[in-house]
């Protein structure tokens, strides 16, 4: 391991945001390593060039000796616990990750003098009083501890980028969706509808379903990693489309891709759910130049087809 020109680590590389980040560091030739404990992540989603390294990030020791021996250009930290409903029944759980497994991420990586790009959260840390579209000076107030959990995580990320000198950056990303995001637990209510839609099942809807978000294609995530990875610049940006979608609004969309008209079954709304998201990405434009380039019809049609098949 670690002869190449350049070295990228990608935690969570299993997992259905991270696999892409992999995808996208190998297309600009670098060497990968994708660190996962496959709790929730899935072995096919590794690309064949990427090297998978089966690790949970709460062994700090491990981690370390890992980064030691590859010593990459690059950190990418997208391993998370990454469930609000799981954080409200196992805070402890996502603490450990979230918390603990991204200091770990961060030591090993400041040992090494590679930046971290850490995959933080939008909505889930802006809370329920925040402007809309929400930027990243916003105060944060987060309604879970999923929420709280990735701002003590980006409180280090930053802390640990001043005190060695390292351009650290943290990603606040809106409601991703795209290929490879699995149906299965809560995560990804595209992947849920059109799992439930390709099944001819009624999908379920909690509230009104007039609660918004802001989707993202994964391409366009994968895209800022890369970037914010390359830039040598630290700070703390928002990946957003900066448009607000209902989640009936989705629906809509989705039932036209899969010529279903059903009646969704309503249940109420879950503890730690927010009514309104929306991320103010100018800034990230503004720094690096980055803009969403896929937009929502096309990126559900693309991730509609990947399910099917």
């Known amino acids: ?99 603990r497994g991204t200091f770990n991420v961060l030591q090993g990586a400041a040992e090494v003098g590679a930046p971290t790009v850490f995959a933080s959260t939008g909505g889930a840390l802006y809370g329920a009083e925040a402007p809309l579209p929400s930027p990243e000076a916003t105060v944060p107030g987060p309604l879970a501890p999923y929420g709280a959990s990735k701002l003590a995580g980006e409180a280090y990320v930053g802390t640990w980028g001043r005190l060695h000198g390292i351009p650290n950056v943290v990603l606040r990303l809106g409601n991703v969706y795209g290929p490879r995001q699995t149906p299965h637990g809560e995560a990804g209510v595209v992947a849920i509808f059109s799992d439930h839609l390709q099944r001819r099942e009624a999908p379920t809807v909690y509230g009104d379903g007039l609660q918004t978000r802001d989707y993202i294609y994964v391409g366009d995530v994968s895209r800022a990693f890369l970037l914010a990875g390359e830039s040598g610049r630290a700070g703390t940006f928002n990946v957003g489309s900066g448009r607000e979608t209902s989640v009936l609004e989705l629906l809509a969309v989705l039932q036209s891709l899969a010529g279903t008209k059903l009646e969704p079954k309503f249940e109420p709304l879950r503890l730690g759910e927010l009514m309104r998201s929306c991320l103010d990405s100018s800034l990230l434009r503004a720094r690096l130049g980055w803009k969403p380039m896929v937009e929502l019809d096309e990126g559900l049609r693309d991730s509609f087809r990947s399910y099917a098949a």
Request: charged fraction near 20%; aromatic fraction near 4%.
């Open 1 to 99: 391991m670690g002869n190449g020109s350049q070295r990228a680590v990608v935690t969570g590389g299993a997992g259905f945001i991270g696999s892409h980040v992999c995808d996208r560091f190998l297309e600009q030739g670098y060497e990968v390593v994708a660190v996962d404990d496959l709790s929730t992540g899935n072995r096919a989603n590794v690309p064949s060039g990427a090297h998978l390294e089966v690790l949970d990030i709460v062994d700090g020791e491990a981690l370390a000796a890992l980064l030691r021996e590859f010593r990459p250009n690059v950190v990418a930290h997208l391993a998370a616990q990454a469930s609000v409903t799981v954080s409200v029944k196992r805070p402890e759980r996502d603490l450990d990750v979230n918390v």
